[in-house]
């Protein structure tokens, strides 16, 4: 009972952290669909709009929002494996190691045109260790197609 | 006389497309500094603004803008060495190709957090091929202080 | 009936070029296991000996033979698309193709120690293209443990 | 005095380790030119020898064989960047935490044939930390051509 108010309480500072408190975050206008505290796994997901277009004429996703999307979503299974990690100390402990979670680095495929009206990018957790969690990490579009997939090493606070 | 007078008509075709045509690029703020056509590199430069923000406490660059920056400044690369490989054909002919230009993959390190007032980011071609171009790409603050790298292989038109 | 002897034809031109002719591939003591010539998905095969080991103590692979395994196994899958794509052109042209293909770039990412007695790794392409193509790779152990992941771009040829 | 004959121990640790007990270290052939205890710096060298070929038509190197080197010489940063981080610690601690670190993940860019009689890999830290080290590695044939280049990221002990 308690771990699971914990736990309510760790993902919803995780869900404010990043759609409130991070400016370039509301610029890309993402939303989180899924944060799963056992497995890491997390999925986002966002709508095309102009701000977010690197060719004119195909009316395609900029290279660097797709890069940020996966960037973003793989962060978000580094933030949970964090909290999971850590999830016998205080709150404002947790809180602290979160926020000092930072992208060591990221491969970014680019499979297909970034083509779409609506987008969805799921993260799954490929190593869980005590500092350094990698994810693998896939953009599809309204049709499933999948535009982008990637994979980024975190080191975790 | 003449070749010049092309180059020249082919880098203001690249500067247009790239700061007035992609509104991805308006969002970041980027400015053009060097293309210079016979090696392939390029400078881009922006400055610190609250969108770009990806650590509200640290108030540093967002990963995804500094993976964002990376691939487009490699990108100018490539675009580059398209003119350069097309240089004999049509104007309109190279615009074309131009656009048909994408990354394939991308590779990026943070080494630093992104912290400053302006940032310069420099590309060089490491592999000039028919249809590949590879670049390495460094972002620097403006203390000259390296924030991040990468590596990005393009596919060009 | 004679795109099948061509197919048949074409994969033992792979198998023996793989297993025969490229004196690394025999050092490493690889077998290939599926060769895929629709989906261009390729398995190998290798048991673990003296001289791939990268650490004395763990007795595990070295992130080297790691790395070769990943390469060579897309590299399959690389060679499957490329015959595939020239499929209606004489056997003594594909095989050229086939051995102008070559490696752009691979990410290899070491998930857990390389312990085991044998290996198994899979290769499926995630992009084909006429000129570049996209192999997802990961390596096992005899007990289906995950060892590595890696990601690897071609350009066939 | 005293830490200069602790250095030069810790370096005769990294070179017998390297070249007597990692086995397949020797099937390649290397040989360590440098090792810079401040810097981290490091180059290795090897010879063009039959069993190292990936492609018999062309000569060339086995991409696997330019991952191997690249991984390898980085790597030796790696331990250079382990042994200064814990360098108040005794010999037989450090001995430990070398063994202990391991390549997290790897980019290879094969950026020209590897043709050549003898190679020379550079590694430089572009990172140090704690924990993680990130490495840049060039690899060049006797003409001072450069073949190959790549970017790993290193978990120390």
Redesign the interface.
Known sequence: MEKTIMINEVLEKIRTYYLE?????K??GIGIDLLDYETGDAVTSFDMK?????????GIL????T???I??TG?LSALLSCAKYHQNKPIDVIEKKL?SS????????????GKGVSFKCLSRV??AGS??V?A?IDLYNETDL?IA?G?A?Y?IG
């Open positions: 408190m991070l400016p370039f975050n610029v890309l102009k701000d977010l277009i690197g060719n004119p004429i195909a900029h290279g660097g929002v890069a940020s999307i960037d973003l962060g926020v930072a992208t060591i680095d990221m491969r970014v495929d680019y499979l297909r045109p490929i190593r500092r350094i990698v693998k999948r997939t994979t090493t080191l």
